[in-house]
């Protein structure tokens, strides 16, 4: 019945309590609390039923609400356990609680209500302008122009240009496709053989990066295959290709 | 520099601006004083009311923005607010509305006030950028204080905090049943 | 319905478009002939132009859009705040570049060409929307192409990267190496 539909909808055991009370038409400051207790146990008992987990929160409002229905049936020396650390609260403890929460869920509501309204008035959807706050990108080249663009990129080539001609002063080219095809021959011939004896020792960071590159290459055409026992261990490249005649006399 | 051409500077701001704009910083431009600025505004946003517009002026987040008027959504239906879904679940609304109205304030005080954990509402609201990180408290275990951002604002449409609608009041009247034990 | 109303909803429309709003929309939008809308559009764009507006309606690539006027960029440009500038950098400005003209293009490319690590630039560029992936090359490390976005066309009102200017006269050298890399 009711239970069914609402079982997952509560926020937690005071959404649940104040649902119990508006079902039984009970002002929160005339709560009674065995009526109240006895309904809340049907509801967690049919949660259980339903196989619904059962948070902790739910547990501990029962266990309160027993302790508090407990302590109406005893004489007045509530004081002295009211404090008590066992987690649980007084009555009064419970209504100022449902009192605080009913006001949230309300103005949640109203809250609610007003962020659509909101959403039915639309801004521009981008702006040309800097932003106040974090930076998002509704407008992801700023004020940038087509000239622009081709303004930098005039300038990056000029650039280029200028870097190029200093570079052929100094530089000597490596050849990827010419690197990519020593290895295959040395690997073929050398199998195997580990990845550091393609190096030498004039050997600069570009060759060692060349090499490695090339070697990924000739592992990714299936000439080569190369392991690695452990992290930072040796490499060990190995040739796919047959042997040539010095493999036949041995 | 005369009305007239304050006037379109203002409006050629805010229109430009992707946030609301604060008045100080409209104000700087033209170089006139922010209250003069305001009333400068005030004008601008009675000719935005006019029956031939679609779009109105107002102040929200501590800021003036341009936006479409609210009737005009039937014939804005194909287009949807950038950023801004609201779908928020209940959880993370009770909790936005708690945090709200009573910051500073921490997960505990939450969970205190709703009775359940917060952490999953919280990380959604600060996700989403509708809440901030305040500093600590100074208590034992000096817990985060949570707070709202200026998005919140944004989002719900309001000027400032002091514009969110009152707590709901508490019926003092049945008080004394309180001390009643049933 | 009546022009006011009318009015009203084309500027609404316009104002919440991220794109030129062609007139046919907005005729079927206020259920008015094409022609008769366009005589209402022109009666709105002589609105804007009085001297204490800020913004103009025109005409562009097939729609209507509205715009700051011309007049107001300086203030727009005293307005921005220059460390909330959202944007490009030159580093992305130029990768962009480079990508838009030599696309499909790798990352090395970029980098030989700017003689600077490209990742930051090339970061950026993806996470505005600029560039997109296309794919590997088919070459040792098998790196990945990048191409200019759909999104980047928009941003710089290009119809088709056929659009995109012929490089400006430039020194006899950097000529040259444009031939190299186009």
Request: glycine share 6%; net charge negative; aromatic share 6%.
């Amino acid at each position: 019945m009711d239970y069914r539909v609402h079982l997952d909808v509560f926020e937690g055991p005071l959404d649940l309590l104040l649902h119990l009370l508006d079902q039984e038409k009970l002002d929160i400051w005339d709560i009674e609390i065995s009526r109240i207790t006895e309904q809340y146990l049907v509801y967690l008992a049919t949660m259980q039923e339903h196989d619904l987990e059962v948070a902790g929160d739910f547990l501990v409002m029962a266990a309160t609400l027993l302790q508090i229905k407990a302590r109406a049936l005893l004489p007045e020396d509530e004081e002295a356990v009211d404090e008590a650390d066992d987690g649980l609260y007084s009555r009064d403890e419970l209504i100022r609680r449902l009192i605080t929460y009913r006001q949230y869920r309300e103005v949640a509501e109203r809250l609610k209500h007003m962020a659509e309204e909101r959403l039915s008035v639309l801004p521009r959807p981008f702006s040309s302008l800097g932003e106040t706050g974090p930076i998002k990108y509704t407008n992801p080249i700023g004020n940038a122009t087509v000239q622009d663009l081709t303004s930098a990129l005039v300038n990056a080539l000029t650039n280029w240009t200028v870097r190029k001609q200093v570079q052929t002063i100094k530089g000597r080219e490596i050849n990827l496709q010419e690197r990519i095809g020593e290895i295959a021959l040395v690997a073929q011939r050398h199998s195997p053989m580990f990845f550091g004896d393609l190096l030498d020792r004039k050997s600069t960071r570009t060759d060692v990066v060349f090499t490695f590159l090339a070697v990924l290459e000739l592992v990714r055409q299936g000439i080569i295959v190369v392991r690695q026992e452990k992290i930072f261990g040796p490499i060990i490249v190995k040739s796919q290709l047959p042997k040539e005649e010095s493999n036949h006399g041995a | 520099m005369g009305p007239k051409k304050a006037k379109a500077i203002l409006e050629a701001i805010i229109f430009a601006s992707a946030a609301p704009v604060p008045v100080a910083n409209l104000a700087s431009v033209i170089g006139w004083e922010p209250a003069q600025t305001e009333l400068l505004l005030a004008e601008l946003a009675r000719e935005y009311q006019c029956a031939g517009r679609g779009i109105q002026l107002s102040f929200v987040a501590g800021g003036y923005e341009l936006t479409t008027k609210q009737e005009m959504k039937p014939y804005l239906q194909a287009f949807q607010r950038p950023e801004i879904s609201i779908g928020l679940s209940q959880a993370a609304l009770e909790t936005l509305a708690i945090i709200a109205y009573k910051q500073p304030v921490t997960k505990i005080e939450i969970e205190d006030i709703r009775g359940v954990r917060a952490d999953s509402a919280v990380n959604t609201l600060l996700e989403r950028g509708l809440i901030e990180e305040r500093g600590r408290q100074d208590t034992p275990g000096r817990p985060i204080l949570l707070g709202t951002s200026p998005k919140f604002l944004e989002c719900f449409g309001l000027a400032t905090l002091a514009d969110l609608p009152p707590l709901p009041k508490i019926r003092e009247s049945s008080r004394q049943s309180i001390n009643d034990i049933s």
